[in-house]
């Protein structure tokens, strides 16, 4: 089985910052893509930024300029560091990692359990 593990969640003011992490564990033959979730009360879950396993990266527009995500291939770790964060930032962040377990298993897409990020003064 695969786990992945969040921290980095809070409470923070307009225009701070929060770093989060992700860390993959269990039976990990390879990780393809990582990602950031995001999901609002009422709202559905959304994009919020992706990262293949050569480093290619990808944004929500909505978070273009302020949010950078990495990681880390030895650690099994994705990072999503937030700056200027805003109000509408605020929901549950999901980390989100496509992982084969075998040399010859398929592919298989696995979620963490959340973390909250509030942003608000």
């Known amino acids: 089985q695969v786990q992945l593990v969040e921290s980095g969640g809070g409470l923070v003011e307009p225009g701070g910052s929060l770093r989060l992490s992700c860390a993959a564990s269990g039976t990990i033959f390879s990780i393809n893509a990582m990602g950031w979730y995001r999901q609002a009360p009422g709202k559905q879950r959304e994009l919020v930024a992706t990262i293949t396993s050569g480093g290619t990266t990808n944004y929500a527009d909505s978070v273009k300029g302020r949010f950078t995500i990495s990681r880390d291939n030895a650690k099994n770790t994705v990072y999503l560091q937030m700056n200027s964060l805003k109000p509408e930032d605020t929901a549950v962040y999901y980390c989100?990692?496509?992982?084969?377990?075998?040399?010859?298993?398929?592919?298989?897409?696995?979620w963490g359990q959340g973390t909250q990020v509030t942003v608000s003064s």
């Open positions: 989100n990692a496509g992982v084969r377990t075998s040399i010859r298993g398929p592919r298989n897409d696995y």
